[in-house]
């Protein structure tokens, strides 16, 4: 497999790459690191408190159970996909960086495994979220697996962790909401950066296996931000215009982001939700 050749074999002119933004990355990454136990567990209620009948909080907590399962079962794939980019990055700066990535991608594990159990224990999984991670675990490069974790996918992780946080002021699941905010941006960060070092060297044909592996990755990922759970279907009929302006606005982005990087990203094909 080429990517576990890659890892063997140490990169022609891999010394030669201008790292210092990747190193950047982990030094900020360091500073920002946190603790599960820095959360005011105990102090302030887990999730939002309501009054009401008990059929109606037994469905407020299905709801939160539900937003908890989906985040925990997300950073849960994401510490495979940060280990896998530990392995096979060969560059120095970022297999440092990566330690990083890793150790957050498993707080952010151990802090929602502890919330779900406070919250009531696991809902129903995502099954879209699986095939993402899978995508990004088989994918063919390390150019590839970058680009769709961080650039793409962690970017786009934040504008719904600031959604969650708004609805949940005074809980310890908004606060770790704000502490997600600014980790998944630095691994945004650090993944743009790293895509960009890796890019200069690539050729022409690196970089259209990007569009490629956007095209196969991206009806998945509509799935997934379209999918709702039981435990949503009330809200989901309210919220499936939110969800597809919310879609088309992610994938937009997501142009952007593969164009600031010198891909060519007009082969990119939306998904038929949004034609
Ligand atoms: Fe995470
Ligand atoms: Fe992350």
């Known amino acids: 497999?080429?990517?576990?050749?890659?890892?063997?074999?140490?990169?022609?002119?891999?010394?030669?790459?201008?790292?210092?933004?990747?190193?950047?990355?982990?030094?900020?990454?360091?500073?920002?690191e946190w603790q599960v136990k820095d959360l005011p567990w105990g102090e302030i209620a887990p999730i939002p408190e309501y009054k009401g009948s008990p059929q109606k909080l037994a469905r407020r907590q299905d709801l939160?159970?539900?937003?908890?399962?989906?985040?925990?079962?997300?950073?849960?794939l994401a510490v495979e996909m940060a280990t896998q980019l530990f392995a096979i990055a060969p560059d120095h700066e970022a297999k440092l960086y990566y330690t990083t990535m890793v150790q957050d991608e498993s707080r952010h594990t151990e802090a929602w495994l502890k919330l779900i159990e406070q919250t009531g224990g696991m809902a129903e999984r995502d099954p879209y979220l699986d095939q993402l991670a899978a995508?990004?675990?088989?994918?063919?490069?390390?150019?590839?697996?970058?680009?769709?974790?961080?650039v793409f996918y962690e970017r786009l992780i934040i504008p719904r962790f600031r959604m969650i946080a708004r609805s949940t002021r005074g809980t310890i699941l908004e606060d770790l909401c704000n502490r997600l905010t600014i980790d998944d941006g630095?691994?945004?960060?650090?993944?743009?950066?790293?895509?960009?070092?890796?890019?200069?060297s690539a050729g022409k044909k690196v970089k259209a296996s990007l569009v490629d592996a956007a095209n196969s990755l991206l009806p998945v990922f509509a799935k997934h931000a379209l999918w709702r759970p039981k435990a949503r279907e009330f809200i989901g009929a309210l919220m499936r215009d939110t969800d597809i302006r919310m879609l088309r606005e992610d994938l937009e982005q997501g142009i952007r982001l593969a164009q600031s990087l010198g891909i060519d990203a007009s082969g990119i094909v939306l998904p038929r939700q949004l034609a």
Do not use: C, N
């Open 135 to 150: 995508h990004v675990l088989q994918a063919d490069t390390l150019e590839e697996k970058v680009f769709l974790m961080q």
């Open 64 to 76: 939160w159970r539900s937003v908890i399962t989906q985040q925990l079962q997300a950073d849960e």
């Open 1 to 32: 497999m080429e990517v576990e050749e890659r890892a063997e074999e140490a990169p022609e002119g891999a010394h030669q790459r201008d790292l210092s933004g990747v190193f950047r990355y982990y030094e900020l990454a360091k500073r920002a």
């Open 186 to 200: 630095i691994h945004h960060g650090a993944g743009m950066a790293y895509e960009r070092v890796l890019l200069e």
